[in-house]
Nanobody, 119 residues
Framework: QVQLVESGGGLVQAGGSLRLSCAAS?????MAWFRQAPGKEREFVAT????????YYADSVKGRFAISRDNAKNTVYLQMNSLKPEDTAVYYC???????????????WGQGTQVTVSS
């Protein structure tokens, strides 16, 4: 397991942008972002593989969010543009050797950072 610390959340108006960062004690083959809104299950947002060759996105964020990683800095990013009120959630960074969109494939999680999008 690795230690993960998210930052960059906050309050933003609809249509605005935020950039989340995840500082890791070490990088794993697959790094990911998930999110959890009040009363809802934690859901997949995006993943990126080691060399950044492969990225995958949930349909709900495709074209608006971009995941990236800097292995030299042990950091993963999530650039979020054209934010919508339905993007409001706690965003979590996660790490895995196998990856995928299932949260059960990830054994390392951060504490989360709140993103609130006002209409």
């Amino acid at each position: 397991q690795v230690q993960l610390v998210e930052s960059g959340g906050g309050l933003v108006q609809a249509g605005g942008s935020l950039r989340l960062s995840c500082a890791a004690s070490g990088m794993r083959y697959v790094m990911a972002w998930f999110r959890q809104a009040p009363g809802k299950e934690r859901e997949f947002v995006a993943t990126v593989t080691w060399s950044s060759t492969n990225t995958y996105y949930a349909d709900s964020v495709k074209g608006r969010f971009a995941i990236s990683r800097d292995n030299a800095k042990n950091t993963v990013y999530l650039q979020m543009n054209s934010l919508k009120p339905e993007d409001t959630a706690v965003y979590y960074c996660a790490a895995s050797d196998s990856g995928g969109s299932s949260r059960y494939a990830y054994d390392s999680w951060g504490q989360g950072t709140q993103v609130t999008v006002s209409s």
